[in-house]
């Protein structure tokens, strides 16, 4: 069992940065692939940017270039540095573990961002 807690959303300015963290509980995160979802109201929850346990990392298209995905494993915590964000990536973002070659998947409650002037 692992418990997500997301921080760091807040209303920032178009080409505005934030940095979102998810830390997490219960069992190392060493063992776990590491992801950021995000959702906006009316659409489909989409894949921001991932991190598997050995590093490997992936990133939607419309972030390339944008954002940057870590991880910190002695903290249990993994980030998202986003810079020049758009309003078009104002959505709620949450953190998702997942165990592989496994059904267990965590989710975290999320945490709102907002870009707009």
């Known amino acids: 069992q692992v418990q997500l807690v997301e921080s760091g959303g807040d209303l920032v300015q178009p080409g505005g940065s934030l940095r979102l963290s998810c830390a997490t509980s219960g069992n190392s995160m060493i063992f776990y692939d590491m992801g950021w979802y995000r959702q906006a109201p009316g659409k489909q929850r989409e894949l921001v940017a991932s991190?598997?346990?050995?590093?490997?990392?992936n990133y939607a298209d419309s972030v390339k270039g944008r954002f940057t995905i870590s991880r910190d494993n002695a903290k249990n915590t993994v980030y998202l540095q986003m810079n020049s964000l758009k309003p078009e990536d104002t959505a709620v973002y949450v953190c998702n573990a997942a165990l592989r070659f496994t059904a267990k998947t965590y989710w975290g409650q999320g945490t709102q961002v907002t870009v707009s002037s």
């Open positions: 991190i598997s346990r050995e590093g490997a990392i």
